[in-house]
């Protein structure tokens, strides 16, 4: 199994505050994502990381935001929560673009009320 | 437009019996990968299979075949002697070689194994 952690992996938050989603991996890999599960949506993308300090938007990026300031951890922040955000969040890695399989982590469930 | 279509949202077989996920997708891309994933009551994402477009040769592994058929756009997928173990979500996903880097899923087929 990938070694990929999330913290925390449950989460209860309020409208309008700030919320970190970390994700943590120790295989070394040069590629991170961040996809929010939602029923009927199956996963979506939300931001990626191509190598440290180097991300991209994703299709449903707006409301967050990401930071890489190490290999092995990708940050995903909700800078003002809304209900709407209340999903489980996935991290996923993968070794290079042309390897291609994503590993995915435990998942975080968030709920904003 | 690139995406997957999983069709059937739910699937209930007894124990023993074959199931057939299937799988259909759409995309401009010549190449491509496609992927299957199994989630488990648990909740995590687990990967089960990787085909590339250029690689039509059907696999098994175990209990578990894939059938992929360019003409028809559709990888499906077998379980053989289905068991209990087999409950979950299974999704099918799409790599179009574009540089956006993302898995397009398809909303996934939740399978459940009744003894």
């Known amino acids: 199994d990938a070694g990929i952690t999330q913290s925390p992996r449950h989460k209860v938050t309020e409208t309008g505050t700030p919320v970190t989603l970390r994700c943590h991996q120790t295989?070394?890999?040069?590629?991170m994502y961040w996809y929010r599960q939602d029923p009927g949506h199956g996963l979506r993308l939300i931001h990626y990381?191509?190598?440290?300090?180097?991300?991209d938007k994703g299709e449903v990026s707006d409301g967050y935001s990401v930071s890489r300031s190490k290999t092995e951890d990708f940050l995903l922040t909700l800078e003002s929560a809304t209900s709407s955000q209340t999903s489980v969040y996935f991290c996923?890695?993968?070794?290079?673009?042309?390897?291609?399989?994503?590993?995915f982590g435990p998942g975080t469930r968030l709920l904003v009320l | 437009a690139q995406k997957v279509t999983q069709a059937q949202t739910e699937i209930s077989v007894v124990e023993k019996e074959d199931v057939t996920l299937d799988c259909v997708y759409e995309?401009?891309?010549?190449?491509?990968?496609l992927f299957w994933y199994k989630q488990p009551p648990s909740g995590e994402l687990v990967f089960l299979i990787r085909r590339n477009s250029f690689d039509e040769q059907n696999e098994i592994s175990g209990r578990y075949s894939w059938n992929f058929q360019k003409s028809t756009s559709s990888f499906n997928f077998t379980i053989t002697a289905s068991q209990v173990v087999d409950s979950a979500v299974y999704f099918c996903?799409?790599?179009?070689?574009?540089?956006?880097?993302?898995?397009?899923f398809g909303s996934g087929t939740r399978l459940l194994v009744r003894p």
């Open positions: 295989e070394n890999h040069r590629y």
């Open positions: 996903a799409l790599r179009p070689m574009d540089s956006s880097y993302k898995l397009i």
């Open positions: 995309t401009r891309d010549t190449t491509y990968y």
């Open positions: 996923a890695i993968s070794e290079s673009v042309s390897q291609e399989t994503q590993y």
């Open positions: 990381s191509y190598g440290v300090k180097d991300t």
